[in-house]
């Protein structure tokens, strides 16, 4: 273990530890976007930048990303400082420029200042940060069918040359996962779409309510070992039939 100090507390930590984690870990609050437990820290979006210095760095300091910044020992970190706020600050009058309608961006906005927006050059219902949340948990843990395509001002998040993608299994990882809402898709019935591909989704076998697709629930087959008929049980009724065998167990 090693010691460092964060906002004037000493703490400790293993060495290697991300600041975020530990900052966290000790009720500190550290604003981000492109972070997320499932995957590996990108510091893609730079809003959890803090400050950092040394006793032997003679008042010298440099702002990190506290996603992946490694502890040390005796290093010093402030979360707070003016040149932290200025630059969370920047960072967020781009993102309210490009992402007019994002809500979330609006609120954090509002939080460090920014009630009026002085720049738009995003469309007005434009809400991806292009953080990668999505595309790395796509890549990382389904079946990688989204990515960044085309450059510049032009960039965006979408399947290759923005066509229905082969791959994808409709699970919705990508959804879910985005905090600002970004990715659309709709579920009507038995039919879900996203990435302009519709999914059929498969009725409960119990209550015959929604599942998942028969594509998602043969890709988890591939990889549990588990016939794919016992992933077409929704949440509720799997729920009532752990209670009915934890009743059966206790008596």
Not at 26 to 37: A, D, K, M, R
Not at 96 to 116: C, F, K, N
Not at 216 to 231: C, F, H, I, P
Request: charged fraction near 25%.
């Amino acid at each position: 273990m090693i010691e460092l100090t964060i906002d004037g507390k000493r703490v400790q930590a293993r060495k290697g530890e991300h600041l975020l984690a530990i900052a966290r870990r000790e009720g500190v609050e550290i604003p981000t976007l492109c972070h997320h437990e499932a995957v590996e820290p990108s510091g893609a979006c730079r809003m959890c930048m803090v400050e950092v210095t040394r006793p032997d760095w003679e008042g010298w300091s440099k702002l990190v990303t506290a996603c992946n910044f490694p502890a040390e020992e005796d290093l010093i970190v402030r979360t707070r400082t003016d040149k932290v706020m200025q630059t969370r600050k920047e960072i967020l009058e781009l993102l309210i420029a490009r992402t007019p309608g994002s809500q979330l961006i609006a609120e954090m906005a509002r939080e460090y200042g920014l009630d009026h927006p002085t720049l738009t050059v995003g469309e007005l219902s434009e809400k991806c940060i292009l953080c990668d949340i999505c595309t790395r948990v796509c890549q990382n843990l389904v079946t990688g069918a989204i990515s960044r395509i085309n450059r510049g001002v032009e960039k965006e998040v979408n399947t290759p040359f923005a066509e229905v993608s082969d791959v994808c299994i409709g699970c919705l990882a990508c959804a879910k996962s985005c905090p600002t809402d970004a990715i659309e898709f709709k579920q009507v019935g038995l039919e879900r779409t996203i990435w302009g591909r519709t999914f059929d989704l498969v009725p409960c076998t119990q209550c015959g309510a929604p599942t998942l697709p028969k594509e998602q629930a043969e890709w988890l087959s591939e990889r549990t070992g588990m016939k794919v008929e016992e992933y077409f049980v929704c949440v509720k009724c799997k729920a009532a039939q752990t209670a009915r065998t934890y009743e059966n167990i206790a008596w």
